[in-house]
């Protein structure tokens, strides 16, 4: 079992930044990759970012190129997104995921890629 704990949330105005926490605990030595998803009212999870625990490799939606970042500490087991430049499209509730097992190409954008989910943080942003 591998626990999650999304951080950082909350309400920016467009053009301001906000970085997102992922702690997380457990069986960690197993993680293949952790990612970020969103998904906002009445729409389905979407990939947002992924980074490789074994070398740090990242991947990214094409859409977020550019405004979002994602990062991790391995020594305090963290995963990191910093998003800037937020536009009110971005407010949605931010979902980190474990994958703990290899996945290649746009498989690893899909949610059911992912084993272990944390239960999300929301990110508002006002025009």
């Known amino acids: 079992q591998v626990q999650l704990v999304e951080s950082g949330g909350g309400l920016v105005q467009a053009g301001g930044s906000l970085r997102l926490s992922c702690a997380a605990s457990?069986?960690?030595?197993?993680?293949?990759?952790m990612g970020w998803f969103r998904q906002a009212p009445g729409k389905e999870r979407e990939f947002v970012a992924r980074?490789?625990?074994?070398?740090?490799?990242?991947y990214y939606a094409d859409s977020l190129k550019g405004r979002f970042a994602i990062s991790r500490d391995s020594a305090k087991k963290t995963v990191f997104l910093q998003m800037n430049s937020l536009k009110p499209e971005d407010t949605a509730v931010y979902f980190c995921?474990?994958?703990?097992?290899?996945?290649?190409?746009?498989?690893?954008?899909?949610?059911?890629?992912?084993?272990?989910w944390g239960q999300g943080t929301q990110v508002t942003v006002s025009s």
């Open positions: 980074i490789s625990w074994i070398d740090g490799s990242t």
């Open positions: 457990g069986r960690t030595f197993s993680m293949y990759a």
């Open positions: 995921a474990a994958d703990m097992s290899y996945c290649s190409g746009y498989g690893c954008h899909e949610p059911k890629s992912y084993d272990y």
